[in-house]
């Protein structure tokens, strides 16, 4: 259960459940697949303290209703749009774990007016490789399948597995206390209809399928952090590496002794970097001159406004930072 109220909303008919708290700026925080809004728990006490915090669940997932409709990534970027819209929020700090990563990447891209940073925690749309367990929602009868393990009485016996090795003190199973709760949700039929769905939307047999390496430069112009549990089993910490080489502007932080809920496993260090690296960076200013010319030329701009004369003049955007030593 949350430790805050859960407020409801129905846009474009459908009920979406969230929490608001502090503040402040706004932190829009998206929760990964399976997830809840509960996820943020750990750490949305200690953000609130400073900012606005808001953590939807999103369509399909916890309280939030569970249609039979676009669960694409690119609809849960629309949708948060939506939501930060009947909100009355214009702006934001959008964090994103694991296919929440995903959504806030899109977010950024599709609303870079609305974004004035982004934070990813172990987001997915960084490399191909995704755990088995992931790839396996993908196959012919999932639902079938899944509705005979969550049968009452085998829930009970393979939840509490999960747990009790959670518990263990093992590295590779130290993230199998939110699988287990994930494992519970798929319960209820249309849970585990919308998760398939959106599964198939982003990830086939051979991995992800959505990637950010072909709008990586974007980012030129929009601070971005990135925070990995060095122990993730489910997107592998390598990841974070590939975050750095094609997008040298990131700010990326590995989190030693963490699986692939880092804010669960350390709460306190999570908070504390997001809070720095929100401090320390200014605001993107969403010019849309700008923007076209990074989409037009894409990676090759600073190259061209140099051949045109233009470079030294008209400086691309940058995400700055007011830390001295950024």
């Known amino acids: 259960m949350s430790s805050h109220p859960v407020r409801r909303l129905v846009i474009h008919g459908h009920e979406r459940a969230y929490v608001q708290a502090g503040s402040g700026p706004v932190l829009l925080l998206l929760h990964g697949l399976g997830c809840d809004h509960t996820t943020w728990d750990p750490v949305i006490d200690r953000?609130?303290?400073?900012?606005?915090?808001?953590?939807?669940?999103?369509?399909?997932?916890g309280q939030?209703?569970?249609?039979?409709?676009?669960?694409?990534?690119?609809?849960?970027?629309?949708?948060?749009?939506?939501?930060l819209t009947v909100l009355g929020v214009e702006t934001c700090t959008v964090v994103g774990h694991s296919l929440g990563g995903g959504v806030a990447m899109q977010f950024a891209y599709q609303y870079p007016e609305r974004t004035e940073r982004m934070v990813l925690i172990a987001p997915g749309g960084i490399g191909p490789e995704v755990s088995p367990a992931i790839r396996a929602v993908t196959l012919p009868f999932f639902r079938q399948w899944m509705g005979l393990l969550t049968l009452p009485g085998l829930r009970h016996v393979n939840g509490t597995a999960l747990r009790l090795l959670a518990r263990s003190g093992l590295r590779a199973t130290r993230d199998l206390g939110e699988v287990a709760d994930i494992y519970d949700s798929f319960r209820d039929p249309a849970a585990r209809a919308a998760i398939g769905h959106v599964v198939r939307a982003c990830i086939d047999w051979r991995g992800q399928v959505i990637t950010m390496a072909d709008r990586a430069y974007l980012t030129a112009a929009m601070p971005m952090g990135v925070i990995w549990g060095s122990e993730d089993h489910v997107i592998p910490a390598s990841h974070a590496e590939i975050a750095r080489q094609i997008a040298p502007g990131a700010e990326v932080e590995l989190v030693a002794?963490?699986?692939h809920f880092p804010h669960r496993d350390h709460p306190e260090q999570v908070a504390r970097l997001l809070l720095d690296f929100v401090r320390t960076t200014q605001p993107s200013t969403h010019d849309r001159e700008d923007w076209r010319e990074l989409l037009t030329y894409g990676p090759n701009l600073p190259a061209t406004r140099e051949r045109a004369g233009e470079w030294p003049l008209r400086p691309l955007p940058r995400a700055t930072r007011s830390r001295a030593s950024a």
């Open 47 to 61: 953000l609130a303290e400073e900012f606005t915090v808001i953590a939807p669940d999103l369509l399909g997932h």
């Open 64 to 83: 939030s209703a569970k249609p039979r409709a676009d669960y694409s990534i690119g609809g849960y970027a629309n949708a948060m749009r939506d939501l």
């Open 257 to 259: 002794d963490a699986g």
